[in-house]
């Protein structure tokens, strides 16, 4: 700190706020002390608050504490000079909320510089003062509140409030209970009923968006109070009300809350604080008033309310389960209530949001929100949960239901463990309206009950896409969704209907802790087996192998073949080289014994030797009818590597059958040696599915590379990398 005259400063011990040290202002001779604080960084147009916690050593008359907050350009004097001051009671000594000065301005334009002095008044020649957990900083202001600080919080006075109605409250400054800084706005009933309260401005709003007005009230007794917001036209004439009503317990802070649309007409409003006194002297305190936008995600369909629960309860149809609107904070829900839903079985327990929201048939909507799971217990319980979508007509017909994405889950033993679910679907045709709904798997959770909160339906690319295409007998995974940028690696893997997981094969690499940069991600899985329930599942994780981010898909039905009687020879990284065959004959199979007899003297039975059984071997006897098959087929042969046989379901092989193909043999079928038709007689022995990525994709040709674009720069502009070019994503 800076003294000028007839000030000495010095750090003491003792008689002190925080730390074990306070500064204390000794004045030289009677009169007025003065310091001023080093210069910090200010921002023009930023709202700034400075506190001075002073300390008073000796009681008595006519003492004064100025906080002063002064702003200057980069060189030279102040641009603005803000004060507020304090008279402290005469007989009080120490520290005191009520000796705490606190000055809030906004930084004026070539404000870069600021700094804070103390001036105490009326001092004796020796008598000192200290100060200590002195503030100065951005001020705390409520986000998106469109009242500045000095309404909000009341720090530094209450000269931008009055009261109003038939008989006015009496409103006074308080610091003995507040609910955020040193300062609050008390009212006083001078009747019994309604106490009114309410700033002396408007703020500007615009009809049709959506507001929020808060604040915090204490009540000296137990009674009920309003939250009103007024809208107003530009002559101030009242175009509207909102009334949110809430019960106040005695002696306790409550937080109040109303949302609403700005009416028609609606250019200004006003917030006001209306508790109801059961007495005159009724005491009741303000604090943290803010009216702002509502903090609804940009673009998000759904109202708020719908969105956060914040104000009142949304109308919900929830089955084995009861729901209800609870307070509750945490950094990762919005606002300060939430939806509880509270099992009543031990099953999926299931809700939807009884409106049904207008969409456009062939827009792409995200449905996500935030599932949060309560632990009873000191062990590890789960939370496993996702969302769906089912979509409407006019009328309210469903026109089709949602198949939704696999249950996230995640476990822990702390009280609360949430995480954040999403999927997205596509409009169809004849849908204009889209229910969202939750689904939470309770069926051995030990949770007992669940919060869910930020709900959001909004247009929005993908996550992912799924195609089963039967031309090439492979499913095309697209994956859109951009995990957090500490991802460094991604697996991919397909989960098949008996539960098993297996990695894709990517362009020249398999997806299993593989390279990662951006996204998409295209992958094509020829190895799905053919007419089976299948999904996938992606994951991500950093450089130290943390998972870091997890995307699930919707079951879809793997590729299927019209006639039963063919089945793919797939190249299982060549997939350019596939081909569909007739199968002429069922398969014979052998399996080697691995077993020896040992014949040991003295004994009268020998003693056998064994092992596992070996693998499958056979012969294959396949029909192909035209010629390009058959140039593929032997073409697949020709490097001997391992081949993948899929068969549909029934057929009597297994959903993916690797081999091993040893000799072969090939003959005309009809004898004729310019007619189509050809038997290959292949010696194929079962083999473990081999590891490896793919080289070209069954997708494209590069006859379809030149067809659509004119040269190698057409190429680069068109395709990110060279997946997208083998699969013309």
């Known amino acids: 700190m800076e003294p000028t005259s007839n000030t000495t400063l010095a750090v003491v011990s003792g008689q002190y706020l925080e730390g074990s040290q306070s500064l204390r202002f000794t004045a030289t001779s009677a009169g007025t002390v003065q310091a001023y604080s080093p210069y910090v960084t200010a921002t023009p147009g930023k709202t700034y608050v400075a506190r001075i916690p002073v300390r008073i050593g000796t009681a008595g008359a006519g003492k004064k504490f100025t906080a002063r907050l002064l702003f200057y350009p980069a060189t030279g004097s102040s641009l603005a000079t803000f004060n507020y001051s304090v008279n402290p009671s005469s007989t009080s000594t120490g520290w005191s909320a009520n000796n705490y000065p606190a000055v809030s301005a906004v930084a004026p334009e070539g404000g870069v510089r600021m700094r804070i002095a103390l001036i105490a008044e009326g001092l004796a020649a020796g008598e000192s003062v200290n100060i200590d957990d002195v503030y100065l900083g951005e001020a705390p202001q409520i986000t998106g509140n469109l009242y500045p600080y000095s309404v909000q919080s009341m720090e530094s006075g209450i000269s931008e409030w009055q009261s109003s109605g038939t008989t006015l409250a009496t409103l006074t400054w308080g610091s003995g209970t507040r609910y955020d800084g040193t300062r609050c706005l008390g009212i006083q009933a001078n009747s019994v009923g309604f106490q009114y309260a309410r700033p002396t401005t408007y703020v500007p709003v615009t009809a049709g968006k959506e507001y929020v007005g808060e604040f915090w009230v204490y009540s000296s007794v137990a009674t009920s109070a309003d939250l009103l917001v007024t809208w107003h036209n530009d002559t101030g004439t009242e175009v509207g009300r909102l009334t949110s009503t ?18 028609q007409g609606a250019t200004q409003a006003r917030i006001w604080c209306r508790p109801t006194s059961t007495a005159i002297g009724d005491t009741f305190y303000l604090d943290e008033v803010a009216l702002k936008p509502a903090p609804n995600p940009q673009g998000n369909l759904l109202t708020y309310d719908e969105y956060s629960t914040e104000s009142t309860l949304p109308s ?48 792409t909507y995200q449905l996500r929100t935030m599932i949060l799971r309560h ?9 496993t949960g996702r969302v769906r979508v089912d979509w409407f007509d006019d009328s309210g017909a469903m026109v089709q239901a949602d198949v939704p994405d696999q249950f996230y889950s995640v476990t822990g ?34 949770a007992d009950f669940y919060y869910v909160d930020q709900i959001q339906l909004y247009p929005s690319d993908p996550l992912y896409t799924l195609n089963a295409n039967n031309g090439i007998g492979a499913v095309t995974l697209r994956i859109n969704y951009q995990p957090p940028p500490s991802a460094t690696a991604i697996t991919i893997r397909r989960v098949d209907a008996d539960g098993s997981l297996t990695p894709l094969r990517g362009y020249g690499q398999e997806y299993d802790r593989a390279p990662y940069t951006t996204s998409p991600v295209v992958v094509e899985d020829y190895e799905a087996p053919l007419g089976s329930r299948i999904w996938y599942v992606a994951e991500w994780y950093n450089s130290s192998g943390v998972l870091v981010a997890r995307l699930q898909t919707q079951i879809i039905t793997a590729p299927v073949l019209a006639d039963g009687d063919y089945v793919w020879f797939k190249s299982p990284g060549l997939p350019a080289m596939n081909v569909m065959v007739m199968m002429e004959t069922a398969v014979k199979w052998d399996r080697s014994a691995r077993s020896s007899a040992l014949t040991i003297v003295g004994r009268r039975n020998p003693v056998q030797i064994t092992d596992v059984r070996g693998g499958r071997t056979g012969s294959l006897s396949i029909l192909i ?38 000799d ?66």
Not at 246 to 263: D, E, F, K, N
Not at 339 to 348: A, G, N, Y
């Open 246 to 263: 809430r019960t106040l317990s005695g002696g306790a802070w409550g937080y109040m809350i109303g949302v609403q649309v700005a009416p």
């Open 664 to 729: 072969s043999s090939t003959e005309s079928v009809v004898n004729v040696a310019n007619d189509e038709g050809w038997r290959w007689t292949l010696a194929v022995s079962e083999i473990d599915r081999p590891e490896g990525g793919l080289q070209g994709s069954a997708a494209g040709t590069w006859q379809d590379v030149m067809d659509t674009n004119v040269d190698w720069g057409a190429v680069d502009a068109t395709f990110a990398n060279w997946a997208q070019v083998l699969t013309n994503e």
């Open 413 to 446: 033993s702390v009280a609360y463990s949430g995480m954040l679910v999403a999927e997205t679907r596509t409009c169809p045709v004849g849908a204009t309206r889209a229910r969202v709904g939750v689904e939470i798997d309770h069926s051995t959770s030990l």
């Open 625 to 662: 009818w035209d010629e390009p098959s058959q140039t593929l087929f032997d073409q697949l042969l020709d490097p001997g590597l391992p081949v993948l046989i899929q068969a549909m379901p029934g057929y009597g092989l297994p959903g993916n059958l690797y081999v091993s193909v040893g």
């Open 316 to 363: 919900w149809t929830w089955t084995d389960a009861t729901y209800d609107r609870v307070y509750y904070t945490s950094s990762i829900t919005d606002g300060r209530y939430t939806l509880s839903v509270t099992p009543t079985s031990k099953t999926t327990v299931s809700g939807a949001l009884d409106r049904l929201v207008p969409v456009t048939a062939g827009q």
């Open 375 to 383: 632990n009873p217990t000191s062990e590890v319980i789960s939370l």
